[in-house]
């Protein structure tokens, strides 16, 4: 008798998962709303956090969900193409910027197209572009007097704020809103929004 010919058989829901890396900086709050969001994910995983600073909090996020962390500086990001090597390396196919201030290079820009988005503090096209960063960009819309204001969700090109945009939300601006309150306001939104435009861009 002959042996019977052994398949395999694969369960019917098989996840694909889709590892992200996440850039940040800064005080990083949108990317620990990003790591919670995704930690428990069976299709999404937070495979790398890349930052430009030694000590940056959202290293100490990073360790705390074991993920993998790169610092990066300016030589070897410009110059060299060695981080593009590492995130392939992860099997990186989506970048999130979350709070991450330097240009995208080339390199990158092209090996991920339509594949890199970055959070704005503000309505792009309005109060964008370089230096509109952080405390910068909500002074910018007090003082010229707007009574609404948001965030600006968008794919990332080799221009600072000019990708295409993906998502935008709007909060009002209060008459005696100060810089700060607006930023408060914004940054909720932020929360609110990032790790569910995320989720959908990579199910789209
Ligand atoms: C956010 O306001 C985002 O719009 C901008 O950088 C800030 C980062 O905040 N790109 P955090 O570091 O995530 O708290």
């Known amino acids: 008798m002959k042996t019977p010919l052994r398949t395999l058989v694969l369960p019917s829901t098989v996840h694909r998962v889709i590892n992200i890396a996440i850039f940040a900086s800064g005080t990083a709050s949108n990317a620990q709303k990003i790591i919670e ?7 999404v995983r937070v495979a790398l956090i890349v930052s430009n600073k030694k000590n940056a909090g959202v290293l100490d996020i990073a360790r705390e969900y074991g993920t993998p962390t790169q610092i990066i500086d300016r030589q070897m990001f410009y110059e060299t193409e060695d981080l593009l090597d590492i995130l392939i390396k992860q ?20 090996a991920f197209p339509k ?13 964008g572009g370089k230096g509109m960063y952080g405390k910068h960009v909500h002074e910018a819309v007090k003082s010229a007097g707007e009574t609404e204001t948001g965030i600006t969700i968008h794919f990332v090109n080799e221009h600072y704020d000019e990708g295409d945009i993906v998502f935008q939300a709007r909060c009002p601006v209060l ?3 100060t810089p700060d309150d607006i930023a408060r306001r914004v940054l909720q939104l932020e929360h609110q929004h990032f790790p569910t435009i995320i989720a959908q861009l990579l199910t789209a």
């Open 91 to 110: 099997n990186v196919e989506f970048i999130v910027l979350a709070g991450f201030l330097w240009l995208m290079p080339t390199y990158l820009v092209q």
């Open 175 to 177: 008459p005696d809103d």
């Open 37 to 43: 969001h995704f930690d428990k994910s069976p299709s």
């Open 115 to 127: 594949k890199i988005v970055n959070i704005h503090p503000a309505l792009l096209p309005k109060f």
